[in-house]
């Protein structure tokens, strides 16, 4: 019953360091989607994806590169890591996102940078 | 303005009070609408989807007014374990976009 699983849960990182998330989904899904979780400001989308190898760009995509080579898989990656980068990261999947609604989150990755 | 907007509380409510939250939408193009339970430090879980004739599940009621862009969800006989944050979430436009937009949430606590 792995459903979605990031790596890793925790890191901390210095300004201008690079670094890459990882999201793997054993459900099939279509979509996948990276959000960031920051207190005061909800959960906002920063980029997403309707199938392999397709990317699309959400909310607060600047900063960030994703990849979806393969379709279990999304990687979140910061080039230049920013302190107002800090924050909770939360990945997700889903099958048909708009009709069910129902995304499946991932136990999210928190990451800190000095 | 946000695209979602809810109070962000918190609300402090008694065991088996009744509270209701509402969320504000923007765009009127909206096509679907959920409730969302995230308990602290975890991940966000769905709690319920919001039609248009309103549904109930259980002590939770959810509405939507789609002439005033709110929804809201009505916990009755609150209990503690009812504790968390509320996230409504919107899908905004075609079904098919893959852009739902979480509200900031709302927090309840349920004291004994």
């Known amino acids: 019953n792995a459903g979605v699983t990031q790596t890793p849960k925790f890191r901390v990182l210095k300004t201008g360091q690079s670094m890459t998330l990882l999201c793997a989904q054993d459900?099939?899904?279509?979509?996948m989607y990276w959000y960031r979780q920051d207190p005061g400001m909800g959960l906002r989308l920063i980029h997403y994806?309707?199938?392999?190898?397709?990317?699309a760009k959400g909310e607060v995509p600047d900063g960030y590169n994703v990849s979806r080579l393969k379709k279990q898989n999304f990687l979140l990656g910061l080039e230049s890591a920013a302190p107002s980068q800090t924050s909770v990261y939360f990945c997700?999947?889903?099958?048909?996102?708009?009709?069910?609604?129902?995304?499946?989150f991932g136990e999210g990755s928190r990451l800190t940078v000095l | 303005r946000k695209e979602v907007e809810q109070d962000p509380g918190p609300f402090n409510v008694p065991e088996g009070a009744t509270v209701a939250f509402n969320c504000t939408y923007s765009?009127?193009?909206?096509?679907?609408f959920f409730w969302y339970r995230q308990d602290c430090r975890k991940e966000p879980k769905l709690l319920m989807s919001?039609?248009?004739s309103g549904n109930e599940d259980g002590r939770f009621t959810a509405q939507l007014n789609r002439a005033s862009q709110y929804i809201s969800l009505l916990i009755r006989d609150s209990k503690l374990s009812d504790s968390a944050t509320y996230l409504c979430?919107?899908?905004?436009?075609?079904?098919?976009?893959?852009?739902?937009?979480f509200g900031q949430g709302t927090t309840l606590q349920v004291k004994p």
């Open positions: 765009n009127s193009a909206s096509q679907s």
């Open positions: 919001v039609y248009s």
């Open positions: 459900m099939n899904h279509e979509y």
């Open positions: 994806s309707v199938g392999e190898g397709t990317t």
């Open positions: 979430v919107v899908n905004l436009g075609s079904s098919n976009t893959g852009k739902l937009i």
């Open positions: 997700a999947s889903s099958t048909l996102a708009g009709i069910t609604g129902e995304l499946f």
